[in-house]
């Protein structure tokens, strides 16, 4: 029971820790121009696992801006950003349903879905698509320009940690014969 206590712990302060400063992720001299596509491409990733709070932010109020002129899906986007606030954005328990801890990137995907859905029942469906298209590019430009050196944390694996851990080592990860 006790580990079942310090995991539900450790998931909540991941959670909590998961909202970055806006002083670090706006860091001027951190941003500079990556030297390959690859290392670009890592740098989203990771970036995007980092800042991914951040970026929710950033998308919503895209997406609440382009709706300034539409008053019923303005109604229909705060509902919605009802449960986003509560359901992502502020809680500091685990959100767990039927006795399972629900992942914090399921919840961000449901709650995407929702919206998105929602507001394309509205009619309201260009603008949600123009404004998801530029989040999109404005998150990847982002991404790719951050530079990743200064992130500090556990909680920021990158997908390729097997293959940076044989650069790491001259050697390689090989066993003796």
Excluded: K
């Excluded at 806006?22 to 690859?38: E, I």
């Excluded at 382009?66 to 986003?84: C, D, G, K, N, T």
């Amino acid at each position: 029971m006790s580990s079942a206590a310090s995991m539900e712990s450790t998931t909540a302060e991941s959670v909590i820790a998961a909202f970055r400063p806006w002083a670090q992720f706006f860091d001027l001299p951190a941003f500079n121009l990556p030297v390959s596509l690859s290392e670009s491409t890592a740098r989203i990733t990771r970036n995007l696992f980092y800042f991914r709070v951040n970026y929710a932010l950033v998308a919503l109020l895209i997406l609440f801006l382009s709706l300034l002129w539409h008053p019923v899906s303005m109604i229909v986007f705060l509902i919605v950003f009802v449960a986003w606030f509560f359901l992502y954005f502020f809680r500091n328990v685990p959100l767990t349903v039927f006795g399972y801890t629900v992942d914090d990137r399921v919840v961000l995907a449901g709650l995407g879905i929702v919206t998105v859905s929602a507001l394309l029942m509205a009619g309201v469906w260009v603008n949600v698509i123009v404004s998801l298209v530029m989040a999109s590019a404005l998150i990847c430009v982002h991404g790719a320009l951050r530079g990743t050196e200064d992130l500090v944390g556990d909680d920021h694996a990158s997908p390729y940690n097997a293959l940076l851990s044989v650069v790491d080592d001259p050697s390689g990860a090989y066993g003796q014969i």
